[in-house]
């Protein structure tokens, strides 16, 4: 599966869990500090919480992983640390950047990221139509 047809097939559940990758990316990029301990004590954070979520969700019968599960279930804790850590003390209110531009710029990816995924489901579904043979008022395939 290509990536275009991942984004083009993308559930709205999915494209919310994208949205947050990029709000937080613009967000770590704006503020990033270079200061290993805070991103040591996000990864730290982000493998227990990782392993307990793990723990929570596995089952008795081991079921085919799921790779891309398993990378949400510690990236996230990692954002989250990471960014309560950059945004201490930078004027956010609760996700919410005091700085304009940088809501701007989160707001505006966001979307643009939104927009491209029913971009590319609208072109999926005209190459589906394309695709498919024409029919007369009978039912039946012309010719």
Not at 110 to 126: D, H, I
Request: aromatic share 10%; glycine share 8%.
């Amino acid at each position: 599966m290509t990536l275009l047809r991942y984004f083009a097939n993308l559930r709205p559940g999915k494209q919310v869990l994208w949205c947050y990758l990029i709000w937080y990316l613009v967000s770590a990029i704006a503020l990033f500090e270079p200061d290993p301990l805070l991103w040591l004590n996000s990864l730290g954070l982000s493998v227990i919480i990782g392993v307990g979520l793990m723990l929570s969700v596995s089952r008795a019968v081991p079921a085919p992983s799921d790779h891309w599960t398993t990378l949400r279930l510690f990236l996230m804790p990692f954002c989250v640390s990471s960014f309560a850590a950059l945004t201490k003390g930078k004027g956010y209110v609760l996700l919410i950047p005091g700085r304009g531009e940088v809501l701007t710029l989160s707001l505006v990816a966001c979307g643009g990221f939104l927009l491209a995924c029913r971009l590319l489901r609208g072109q999926r579904s005209l190459r589906n139509d394309s695709q498919t043979p024409a029919t007369d008022h009978t039912g039946t395939d012309p010719l």
